[in-house]
């Protein structure tokens, strides 16, 4: 499940990662250190600025707001 997850978020960035390996995009868009805040309504990421953030930022990913069910 986890490499299709991958597989989809390269097609969504572009830039080369379509075809690129679930390691290749965890090592060159993932593998961050940041900040991780849950609240009542929301979880918040926040990640470190990295050389190649701006193909995160081209792909939508900092507006991306993804409603969780409740149980």
Do not use: C
């Not at 090592?27 to 701006?54: C, S, Y």
């Amino acid at each position: 499940m986890a490499s299709v997850i991958y597989r989809l978020m390269g097609v969504r960035v572009g830039q080369g990662y379509e075809k690129a390996e679930a390691r290749t995009l965890y090592r060159d868009l993932m593998r961050h250190t940041g900040k991780v805040t849950i609240t009542q309504n929301e979880i918040l990421v926040q990640l470190r600025a990295r050389a190649k953030d701006n193909y995160l930022v081209a792909a939508g990913y900092p507006e991306l707001h993804q409603k969780i069910p409740l149980a």
